[in-house]
């Protein structure tokens, strides 16, 4: 299974940037789908995760309210909408699936197919 994550790129304070994900079969073979980042010398952080069945979405308190995620199945997307960026923000960005739900999904470890990330950077 390949995944793929797209559309990072350079945006100031405040502005918004669509994140994608797609994979080499349909997203709904799987249990779910989760979007995680990564700052330089920092460990992997969990930021929201669609449940397949149901479409069901939990997000993190960092991504609550900011981030939202949501899946085009004609399209075999999932998404990040990512509203009032912050630098902090600046981070690689990957989407990861389960093969099997585990109920929180929060984990990496949890996850079985990666994506190979996109860089967002956050900056004036």
């Known amino acids: 299974v390949q995944l793929q994550a797209s559309g990072g790129g350079l945006v100031q304070p405040g502005g918004s940037l669509r994140l994608s994900c797609t994979a080499s079969?349909?997203?709904?073979?799987?249990?779910?789908v989760g979007w995680f980042r990564q700052a330089p010398g920092e460990r992997r952080e969990w930021l929201s995760r669609?449940?397949?069945?149901?479409?069901?979405?939990t997000y993190s308190y960092s991504a609550e309210g900011r981030f939202t995620i949501s899946r085009d199945k004609a399209e075999n997307m999932v998404y990040l909408q990512m509203n009032g960026l912050k630098p902090e923000d600046t981070a690689v960005y990957y989407c990861?699936?389960?093969?099997?739900?585990?109920?929180?999904?929060?984990?990496?470890?949890?996850?079985?197919?990666w994506g190979q990330g996109t860089q967002v950077t956050v900056s004036s």
């Open positions: 990861a699936v389960s093969i099997i739900d585990y109920g929180l999904g929060v984990s990496p470890d949890e996850y079985d197919y």
């Open positions: 079969r349909s997203l709904l073979d799987f249990a779910a």
């Open positions: 669609i449940r397949s069945s149901d479409d069901f979405a």
